[in-house]
C-alpha cells in the first residue's frame, strides 16, 4: 500500500479544522464543569431547545436569513432561557432541573409555532445550527488583521478568553458557591449574581459555536468532558485540567478518525463519539471512582472481612473446646470461593496452621488477631446493649459487621467508656486487651 503524503492545503484546512473544534470544546468544556457540580448540565440542551424563537424572530425583524442575526436572535433567547429557568428556581419551590424543563419546552413550543405561521416557506438552515459545518470552516474565511483565518475563530477565541477570565477572577467565589451556596451567602458573595454570570458566559459560548460546531457536539462538550473528569480527580483544579484535557483530545482524535473504516463520516459527530467513548473508559477504568477499582476494593474487603471471620471462628472454637469448625460462614454472606482465598492466604501469612488430624488451627499470631476481632465484636456488644440500650438478641448482627472497622483507638476507647466489662450482654467473657493491639489480618 502507497503511503500519501498530506499537501500544505490539507495540514491548512486539518489545522483550522481542529483548531475551531478544540477552542470551542475547551470554553464549553470549562463551564461544564461548574454546571455539573451545580447540579445544572442539561441547561446547555435547554439553551439549544430556547433558542429557535430567537432565529425566528431574527429574520421576522430584519428580513433576512443570515448567520449574524439568526446567532444575535439565538444567543438572546438563550440567555432569556437560562435566566426564566435561574429566576423560577430561585423564587418558586420548583427545583432547577424542572425549571429548565418547562422554560424550554415552552420557549421551543412557540418558536415551532412562530415557524409554521410566518416562516413556512422561508428557507432557515437549521441543519448549520443543529448538526453544524465543521467541514468547511477553514473555507469561510475573514481577513482578520491581515491573516485569512475562519470567521468562526476570533468569536470563540473571545468566549474562551472571557470563560479564562471570569474563571480567574471569581475563582473563589465559583468555587464556593459551586460547593456551598449557603456559605458564599453568609460571606457577603451573591450566588445568584455568579450564577447569571455563568449561565451568560455558557449561553454565549453555546450559541457562538452552534454555526460551526454544531448543537449536537456543544452539548456533548458541555456534559461529556466535566463528567468525565468529575470520575477522575476529586479536586476542582484538576478536574478542569482533565476536562479541558479530554475536550482537546477528541478534537483531535474525532477530526483523524472521521474516515475509519472507509466512511466519511461528520466531524462534528466523530468528536461526541470519542467524547463517549472516553467516559465509558472513566467510568470503568477511573482510578478511585471507576467500576474496576471499585471491584478491586469490594473484592479486597471481603478477602479481608473473610480472614478476620475466620480467624474469629477458630478462635471461638478454641475457647469453647470445640475441634471441628466450618469454614463455610454462611451467615456472614460470604462466598465459598472467597473463603478458600481467604483460607490460603491466611496458611501463607502464617496465621493458620494444619493440625495432625489434618485441620487448619491457629498459630500464635492468629491467636492474636482473632482475639482482637472477638474483643471488638462483644465490646461492640456491650456498647450497643448498654449505652444505645439495644436489646441482647439484636446485638450480634450489627456487631458482626462493625467489628472489622474497629481499630485500635476505638477499642480502647469503648472499654474506658463500658469501664472494662469482662461480660458480654450474651454472658461471654470479653477477651483482654493486648499491649501491641494487631492489625486487621490483611493490613
Known sequence: MTLIAPTSTELHQAFWTIAVASVCSISCALLGCFLLLKRMSMLGDAIGH??????????????QITSVYILVGAMVF??????????????????EDASLGVVYTSLFAVGVILLSKYLRFAHIDLDCVFLGLLEVVPLNTADFFGLEIPRAIPTM????????????????ELTIVAFDPALAQSMG???RLVNYLLIALVAGSTVSAFEAVGLILVLAVLIVPAATAYLLTDRLGPMLGWAALSAFSASVLGYLLRNIGGYSLDISGMVAVILGLQFVLAVLFAPRHGLAAQGWRNFHLSLRIAQEDILATLYRAEEASVKT???ALKDHGLSTWV???????LVRLGLLATSAAGLPVLTEEGR???QYVVRSHRLWETYAGAILEIPPDHVHAAA???EHFIGPQLQDELASTLQEPAKDPHGKSIPPAQNDAPSAASK
Open 50 to 63: 430556547g433558542v429557535l424563537p430567537g432565529i425566528v424572530l431574527a429574520v421576522l425583524l430584519t428580513g
Open 78 to 95: 438563550g440567555l432569556v432561557t437560562a435566566i426564566l429557568a435561574e429566576t423560577l428556581s430561585a423564587s418558586t419551590s420548583v427545583t
Open 339 to 345: 473463603v478458600w482465598l481467604a483460607h490460603h492466604k
Open 325 to 327: 469448625y466450618s469454614l
Open 368 to 370: 492474636r488477631l482473632g
Open 400 to 402: 458482626a459487621l462493625v
Open 157 to 172: 477565541l473571545l468566549m474562551l478568553f472571557l470563560t479564562l477570565a471570569f474563571l480567574g477572577f471569581f475563582w473563589k
Open 189 to 191: 458573595f451573591s450566588p
